[in-house]
């Protein structure tokens, strides 16, 4: 009966003269600590004093919102710490992000984007996220190495921003781009060197790099700590973990990009002055590729057609001299106006085209989430109600069989005047 | 024609039952050499036994395949890498070909890097085709991403690595598989052991959620409605206006005019 003989003890009182029963509980101090802290915070999650994670259920409804009934409105996401509820206080004024300056950093990261076209992809800003995870409560401070001038690289997370901006980088010139980086790199003896892990840019480029700095690489690295780095490898049924080497090749979604709150001043710095190094390799150009022979997943730009559309050769001509691969909703491909294979959907091929121009397509919920990685929109609609025309980042409201047309038409006119 | 390409062979396993394998990436650049109608080589370091090796005699293209294999013996457990820099200095391909990534052990695709390095060679990732120009420089074509192709020219010595992806195929022959030769080497120097680096089993990663903020309402309506975009709306145009106005968008883009 060890309940009860608990229950019978804790009733006991302490009889005079004899010491003062010991209450393990008091002894246990940074647990009472806490304790008070969480009184004093009133935040909800605290440690308790084993070191686990404890929930304070009065802090929980004290935080709570209450709706226009009155009931409890608990946000269990855990976001709830930064909202205030407090009903009355001012409105919190949006003063854009926070600018972040160091000035002089204890260590540096350099962060390679692969940056193509001066663009970030979200590969890139994973990438950011990782290194502003190193740097950050460790004073340290993330370059980054590009290539090209482009977007703005403060908002991903750079602190300084090395530009080597010469022709003899330009296209494929993975040698030279390698040397760049190393002897950017001397001048500030980074920690580490971080690169997206793609096939022909950065896991090229960044294998070469540790290739020179005699490194062995942990590649395909999804977690990354100051301590620690986890690749996937052995045909991705196994993690290797291992202290952090210099140059590290990260996967896609390693870290979450920095947040729209923050930003960092993006400083200038002076690239050293080098010699480009000989090169055996000779860049002639992209090759032309037949829009219609790359598979709809791969197509960087998508021209597709819905039941709003009737003039097929018009939608065809435009499809050629834009040079975009074609697409269709269901409908159209099971009428046979298009194979199957260029059906984009939920039960066709969900792409992950940078443009995607919809020409009379309604948006029904299959079809948005083919297109849901899409980065640009553009719809023709007749319905101004649409729900792709909600999801179109630029939206006509136009017959589809007159925009086509005049878009070809307007096409032909520059490059026959140009 | 006298071109003489050298091919990495590695061993995979299946991706679902594990059974070992020929690696694909591998079979890929094997095709490739087989297919060009150079003299081809092949080497593989590790166990001479594994019988998953008589799959690479199997591979046809171009109706040739590999008589035979050459298999350096290195013990698992060692650093491969001094045995197969020493066997290439000796046989000085004009090509080497290798897959991206190896689909056992660690895979981190630095195989290749560290032969050019040690061997001085030019290296170009991710090849579909390789070809040879009247004045013997190499012509290759590259894999990018988003279904895109890019031409190369390299002189001199190259080594080249293949994707899985890439186009050729060859085509199994059992006949061949069993007819081919496999060749022990006995490694001319010493290969280290590697450190073994701590290995666990690979748990699935969580997808990322398009994160939502606010009150369940709002993470509800987040989670299923069309996410919006922050466009710009024509309202009955003409359709020059609104031709106009796309292309004025997709200049922006960088998608116009198309090249
Ligand atoms: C299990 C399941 C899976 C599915 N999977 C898919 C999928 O993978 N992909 C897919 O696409 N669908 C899929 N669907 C079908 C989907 O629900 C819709 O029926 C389909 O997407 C509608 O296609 P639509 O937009 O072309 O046609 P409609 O819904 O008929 O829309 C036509 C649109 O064109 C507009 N329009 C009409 N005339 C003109 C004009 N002259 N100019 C401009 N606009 C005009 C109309 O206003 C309307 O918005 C699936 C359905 C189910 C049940």
Redesign the interface.
């Known amino acids: 009966m060890p309940l009860r003989r608990r229950a019978r003890r804790a009733l006991q009182t302490p009889v005079a003269g004899r010491p003062l029963r010991r209450d393990p509980r008091a002894e246990r101090e940074p647990g009472l600590a806490a304790a008070a802290h969480s009184a004093a915070t009133g935040s909800a999650i605290n440690v308790g004093p084993s070191g686990r994670l404890r929930r304070d259920p009065r802090a929980v409804v004290r935080q709570a919102g209450r709706s226009a009934t009155g009931r409890l409105r608990i946000d269990r996401s855990g976001r709830a710490g930064t909202v205030s509820h407090d009903r009355g206080a001012s409105e919190h004024v949006d003063a854009g992000p926070e600018l972040i300056c160091i000035e002089a950093p204890a260590f540096w990261i350099v962060v390679v984007p692969d940056y193509e076209g001066g663009r970030l992809s979200s590969h890139d800003r994973d990438v950011f996220g990782a290194a502003r995870k190193l740097s950050d409560g460790a004073e340290g401070a993330v370059v980054a190495v590009v290539f090209e001038a482009g977007e703005d690289l403060g908002a991903a997370g750079a602190d300084r921003v090395l530009c080597f901006d010469d022709a003899a980088f330009a296209g494929y010139a993975p040698d030279r781009r390698a040397a760049a980086i190393v002897a950017g790199a001397a001048a500030l003896t980074p920690r580490h060197l971080l690169f997206p892990d793609t096939a022909v840019a950065g896991g090229d480029i960044g294998r070469r790099v540790a290739a020179m700095l005699a490194d062995s690489p942990a590649a395909n690295v999804h977690r990354l700590r100051a301590d620690e780095a986890v690749s996937r490898a052995d045909g991705d049924r196994a993690d290797y973990l291992r202290a952090p080497s210099r140059v590290l090749l990260m996967a896609a979604e390693c870290e979450l990009p920095i947040g729209a709150d923050r930003c960092c001043e993006a400083r200038r710095l002076e690239p050293p002055a080098i010699e480009p190094s000989r090169t055996t390799i000779t860049d002639r150009g992209l090759l032309p590729t037949n829009p219609g022979s790359v598979p709809l997943a791969e197509a960087d730009f998508v021209i597709s057609a819905g039941n709003g559309v009737t003039d097929w050769t018009a939608f065809h001509a435009l499809a050629e001299v834009l040079g975009a691969a074609e697409g269709g909703s269901r409908v159209v491909c099971d009428a046979g106006l298009l194979p199957r294979e260029r059906q984009v959907g939920a039960s066709g091929t969900l792409i992950q085209a940078r443009c995607y121009l919809a020409f009379g397509i309604s948006g029904a919920p299959q079809h948005l989430q083919g297109i849901v990685r899409c980065e640009k929109v553009v719809a023709i609609n007749t319905d101004l109600h649409a729900e792709m025309v909600k999801r179109g980042d630029l939206s006509a409201i136009k017959d589809a069989q007159a925009v086509m047309p005049a878009l070809t038409r307007l096409l032909e006119v520059r490059v026959g005047g140009a | 024609m006298g071109l003489e390409i050298t091919v990495l062979c590695s061993l995979?396993?299946h991706?679902g039952s594990?059974r070992p394998r020929c690696a694909t990436a591998d079979v890929r650049a094997l095709a490739l050499a087989l297919q060009l109608g150079a003299e081809v080589s092949a080497v593989h370091v590790g166990d001479p036994e594994s019988a998953a090796l008589r799959d690479y005699l199997g591979q046809t293209a171009g109706r040739r395949s590999l008589e035979c294999l050459d298999v350096i013996d290195v013990p698992t457990g060692r650093d491969i890498r001094p045995a197969l820099i020493d066997y290439l200095r000796q046989k000085n391909p004009d090509v080497i070909l290798a897959g991206?990534h190896a689909?056992?052990?660690?895979?981190?695709?630095?195989l290749a890097?560290?032969l050019?390095?040690a061997l001085g060679h030019?290296?170009?990732?991710?090849i579909d085709s390789l070809s040879v120009a009247a004045d013997g420089s190499f012509e290759l074509?590259?894999?990018?991403?988003?279904?895109?192709?890019?031409?190369?020219?390299?002189?001199?010595p190259l080594i080249a690595t293949i994707?899985a992806g890439a186009a050729v195929r060859p085509v199994f022959a059992y006949a061949r598989a069993v007819r081919g030769q496999i060749r022990r080497l006995k490694p001319a120097v010493e290969c280290p052991l590697f450190v073994a680096?701590?290995?666990?089993?690979?748990?699935a990663?969580p997808k990322?959620l398009r994160a939502?903020?606010?009150?369940?309402a709002e993470?509800l309506r987040a989670a299923s409605e069309?996410?919006?975009?922050?466009?710009?709306?024509?309202?009955?145009?003409s359709?020059?206006e609104?031709?106009?106005?796309?292309?004025d968008?997709?200049r922006a883009?960088?998608?116009w005019?198309?090249?």
């Open positions: 995979g396993q991706p594990g991206t689909e056992c052990g660690e895979g981190s695709g630095m890097y560290d050019a390095a030019a290296l170009v990732a991710n074509t590259q894999v990018l991403a988003r279904g895109r192709r890019r031409a190369l020219g390299v002189d001199g994707g680096p701590s290995i666990r089993p690979a748990r990663r990322r939502g903020s606010g009150n369940a993470r069309t996410p919006a975009g922050q466009g710009r709306l024509l309202v009955d145009p359709a020059e609104a031709a106009l106005a796309i292309a968008y997709l883009e960088g998608l005019p198309p090249s």
